[in-house]
C-alpha cells in the first residue's frame, strides 16, 4: 500500500519536517513504499506537483523539492504500488483543474472492473486518464459526481464534495467489493482551498493543534486554537497522515468511513458515510 500527508494552513508552511526530517517522515516511508513519489502545493490557487517514479529518500529531486516548499496547501504521496506499472503516469497525486488527489487502498481485480469503473467516468473526463491505476480511474469518477454539483472550476462545499464522495463509494463498493476482500478507499483530496479526507480501509490520523507550537513568540497567526482544540470549530492548521509524525501535534485517527476536511474559511467538517449529518468539530 502508500502513505499520504496533507495539510491546509493559514499561513504558508514549511515541510521539510513532515517529508524528511522527522523520524517517520513521509521520506523515512518510502524505504517501505518504494514505487514512486509526488507531492502538490499551490502557488496563487493554482497546483504545482512534481511526481518521479524512484524511492523518494534517494531522489535528489524529492531533497530539493522538500527543502524549498512553501505553501499553505500541501498534498504528497509514497506509492507501493498494487495495481499499474512503476511510471510517472501512475504516481500520485492526480490532477485535474485545480483538483489534486492521492489515495491509499486497493480495488479487487481492478482489471475485471476496469471498464464498469472507466464508463462511470464523464465523456468529457476520461480522455484525462492517463495512466492505469485503479487511483487514478477513481479519481474521475469522483470529479465526475463533483461536477453533478457545478462546474469544476469553482470551488465546491464540503457538503457538496461529501455527497459526490458518497455516490462514489458506494457505487464502486457496489461494483467492485468481494466478501473477503472489500475495497480501500482511503484518499485525500483539494483544490487548494477546501481539503477532504477520507478513510476506508487503511488507516488515517489528523492534527489540527500541537501541546506546544515552536514558534509561539514570533508567529503573527497564533492563537488558542493553535495549542488546544477548537471551541469554535475554526482552526490554523489541519493536517493529514497515514501515520502520526513524531512532533508536538495532538493525532486522533479516523476510523473507517470516516470523512474529515476543512473549507474555505478554515472550518472543520466531519462525518461518517454512513451518516447524513455533516457536523462542525466540537458541535453536536
Given at each position: 500500500?502508500?502513505?499520504?500527508?496533507?495539510?491546509?494552513?493559514?499561513?504558508?508552511?514549511?515541510?521539510h519536517r513532515s517529508?524528511?526530517?522527522?523520524?517517520?517522515?513521509?521520506?523515512?516511508?518510502?524505504?517501505?513504499?518504494?514505487?514512486?513519489?509526488?507531492?502538490?502545493?499551490?502557488?496563487?490557487?493554482?497546483?504545482h506537483i512534481t511526481r518521479n517514479p524512484t524511492t523518494a529518500l534517494?531522489?535528489?529531486?524529492?531533497?530539493r523539492l522538500s527543502g524549498v516548499v512553501s505553501s499553505e496547501t500541501v498534498l504528497a504521496h509514497v506509492r507501493?504500488?498494487?495495481?499499474?506499472?512503476?511510471?510517472?503516469?501512475?504516481?500520485?497525486p492526480f490532477q485535474y483543474g485545480r483538483w489534486t488527489f492521492a489515495h491509499n487502498g486497493d480495488v479487487p481485480n481492478f482489471s475485471q472492473h476496469q471498464q464498469a469503473l472507466r464508463n462511470l467516468?464523464?465523456?468529457?473526463?476520461?480522455?484525462?486518464?492517463?495512466?492505469?491505476?485503479?487511483?487514478?480511474?477513481?479519481?474521475?469518477?469522483?470529479?465526475?459526481?463533483?461536477?453533478?454539483?457545478?462546474?469544476?472550476s469553482r470551488s465546491l462545499t464540503l457538503e457538496e464534495i461529501v455527497e459526490a464522495l458518497r455516490q462514489t463509494v458506494s457505487t464502486i463498493r457496489s461494483i467492485c467489493d468481494e466478501a473477503s476482500k472489500p475495497c480501500l478507499l482511503t484518499f485525500m483530496l483539494t483544490d487548494g482551498v477546501t481539503f477532504l479526507a477520507a478513510r476506508g480501509g487503511k488507516e488515517?490520523?489528523?492534527?489540527?493543534?500541537?501541546?506546544?507550537?515552536?514558534?509561539?513568540?514570533?508567529?503573527?497567526?497564533?492563537?488558542?486554537?493553535?495549542?488546544?482544540?477548537?471551541?469554535?470549530?475554526?482552526?490554523?492548521?489541519?493536517?493529514?497522515?497515514?501515520?502520526?509524525?513524531q512532533g508536538e501535534n495532538v493525532w486522533e485517527e479516523l476510523d473507517d468511513g470516516d470523512v474529515v476536511g476543512v473549507d474555505h474559511r478554515m472550518r472543520v467538517l466531519f462525518t461518517n458515510l454512513e451518516r447524513k449529518n455533516l457536523r462542525v468539530l466540537n458541535t453536536a
Open positions: 500500500m502508500c502513505r499520504l500527508f496533507g495539510f491546509r494552513s493559514v499561513i504558508p508552511s514549511q515541510v517529508l524528511l526530517a522527522a523520524e517517520n517522515a513521509l521520506g523515512v516511508q518510502s524505504n517501505q513504499h518504494p514505487d514512486g513519489w509526488g507531492v502538490a502545493f499551490y502557488v496563487d490557487g493554482s497546483p534517494g531522489d535528489t529531486l524529492f531533497h507501493k504500488a498494487t495495481q499499474g506499472d512503476n511510471s510517472v503516469l501512475n504516481c500520485h467516468i464523464a465523456p468529457g473526463l476520461r480522455r484525462f486518464v492517463l495512466g492505469d491505476t485503479d487511483s487514478e480511474v477513481l479519481f474521475f469518477i469522483l470529479l465526475t459526481n463533483m461536477s453533478q454539483h457545478g462546474p469544476l488515517l490520523f489528523w492534527s489540527t493543534y500541537k501541546r506546544r507550537c515552536s514558534e509561539r513568540n514570533t508567529c503573527a497567526s497564533l492563537s488558542d486554537e493553535c495549542e488546544a482544540p477548537s471551541k469554535t470549530g475554526y482552526v490554523n492548521h489541519f493536517i493529514v497522515s497515514s501515520e502520526p509524525l
